[in-house]
T-cell receptor, first 120, second 116 residues
C-alpha cells in the first residue's frame, strides 16, 4: 500500500522557537494532505486541510498564524508551529489522500506515523 | 454536524476469543463511508476495514467484520480469533465528501487489550 512518512518522529524544543514537521507521500501524488493533532489518550482532531498549490483550510479554533501549513508539491506538506509554547506539545499526525479515481468519495487516505512535539 | 460515539473506553479479551467494539454515529447525510482504524503502541494509524453506506452487505477483512445497521446508525467491529498483535486503540471514523475533498470525523477510541 501507499506510504506516508513524517519527519522528525519526535522533536523537543524550547518555548518561543519554531518547529517544522514534514509530511511526504513516498510513492504516490497527494493533491490533498490533512494535519491532525492527538492529545494523550484522545482521538484525532483535524487541524487543517492542505491542497497542493493553494492555501490551507483551517478548522474552527485553529490559529492559522500559529500553525503554518505549506503544500508546495504533490508529495510534500509542511506544518510549522511558530513560537511554540508548552501547550503546543502534542502528537501531530498527517495523512495524504491518494487520488486514484478522481472522486473524493473513493480516494483512500493514508496516515503518517506521527510526530511527537515536546515544548519545554 | 456529524458525531461519532464509542461507548467503551477500554475492553479486554482473551487470546483466540471474539470481541465486539461498538460505534454509533449521528448524521443527516445519506451517503458516507465508515471506517475502523487501529492505532497500536507505535502510534501508526492503520486502516482495518471500510464500509460504504449504500452497501447493505457488511464488510469483512479476514478476522475483522462489521455489523452495519444504517437505520440505527450503528457500526460495530467484530474481531474473531483475537491475537496479541490486535492490542491497540481502535477508532471508528465517519467520512463525507464534497467536490473539494473528504471530511473525516473520528470517535474517541476504544483501547483493546488482548490477554495471553
Amino acid at each position: 500500500g501507499a506510504v506516508v512518512s513524517q519527519h522528525p518522529s519526535r522533536v523537543i524544543c524550547k518555548s518561543g522557537t519554531s518547529v517544522k514537521i514534514e509530511c511526504r507521500s513516498l510513492d504516490f501524488q497527494a493533491t490533498t494532505m490533512f494535519w491532525y493533532r492527538q492529545f494523550p489518550k484522545k482521538s484525532l482532531m483535524l487541524m487543517a486541510t492542505s491542497n497542493e498549490g493553494s492555501k490551507a483550510t483551517y478548522e474552527q479554533g485553529v490559529e492559522k498564524d500559529k500553525f503554518l501549513i505549506n503544500h508546495a508539491s504533490l508529495t510534500l506538506s509542511t506544518l510549522t508551529v511558530t513560537s511554540a509554547h508548552p501547550e503546543d506539545s502534542s502528537f501531530y499526525i498527517c495523512s495524504a489522500r491518494e487520488r486514484t479515481s478522481g472522486r473524493p468519495s473513493t480516494d483512500t487516505q493514508y496516515f503518517g506515523p506521527g510526530t511527537r512535539l515536546t515544548v519545554l | 454536524a456529524q458525531t461519532v460515539t464509542q461507548s467503551q473506553p477500554e475492553m479486554s479479551v482473551q487470546e483466540a476469543e471474539t470481541v465486539t467494539l461498538s460505534c454509533t454515529y449521528d448524521t443527516s447525510e445519506s451517503n458516507y463511508y465508515l471506517f475502523w482504524y487501529k492505532q497500536p503502541p507505535s502510534r501508526q494509524m492503520i486502516l482495518v476495514i471500510r464500509q460504504e453506506a449504500y452497501k447493505q452487505q457488511n464488510a469483512t477483512e479476514n478476522r475483522f467484520s462489521v455489523n452495519f445497521q444504517k437505520a440505527a446508525k450503528s457500526f460495530s467491529l467484530k474481531i474473531s480469533d483475537s491475537q496479541l498483535g490486535d492490542t491497540a486503540m481502535y477508532f471508528c471514523a465517519f467520512m463525507t465528501w464534497d467536490n473539494y475533498g473528504q471530511n473525516f470525523v473520528f470517535g474517541p477510541g476504544t483501547r483493546l487489550s488482548v490477554l495471553p
